[in-house]
């Protein structure tokens, strides 16, 4: 596998563990932060299919963009489209005041990090 690629999935997998971590804090979880890494574990889960396959992205964090390249390479990708643009856009709006995720988006943005990682890996060849 390509060095970058591997490093994409080892940034991934930083933000993966991050997720996780927030979600079984007892004291104070911060379900912002659970929704912000899950969703930057999932763009860079995206991220490392695109540069292993050669195929150029542009620098964003929306999700749907990503989508769009993923499908010429992989087709059932359009499946997670609705879970990948809710995801995208719930870790925008609580970054900013006015709004807050409560456990119910947090434990629902990590549910969809966790298929599309499992895709994602299972598509890289990479173990768990």
């Known amino acids: 596998m390509n060095p970058l690629t591997l490093e994409w999935i080892e940034k991934a997998e930083a933000d993966f563990i991050t997720a996780q971590r927030e979600m079984r804090a007892r004291k104070n979880p911060n379900y912002d932060a659970a929704c912000f890494h899950s969703q930057q574990c999932v763009e860079k889960c995206m991220k490392a299919i695109l540069h292993n396959a050669a195929v150029p992205f542009p620098k964003t964090h929306n999700l749907t963009i990503l989508l769009e390249l993923l499908l010429p390479i992989d087709p059932t990708w359009e499946l997670m489209r609705a879970k990948l643009a809710r995801l995208s856009g719930l870790a925008v709006s609580i ?34």
Do not use: N
Not at 101 to 118: F, N, P
């Open 95 to 128: 970054r900013y005041p006015g709004e807050s995720a409560d456990k119910g988006a947090a434990r629902e943005s990590l549910q969809c990090c966790k298929e599309v990682r499992k895709k994602a890996r299972h598509f890289l060849e990479l173990e768990g």
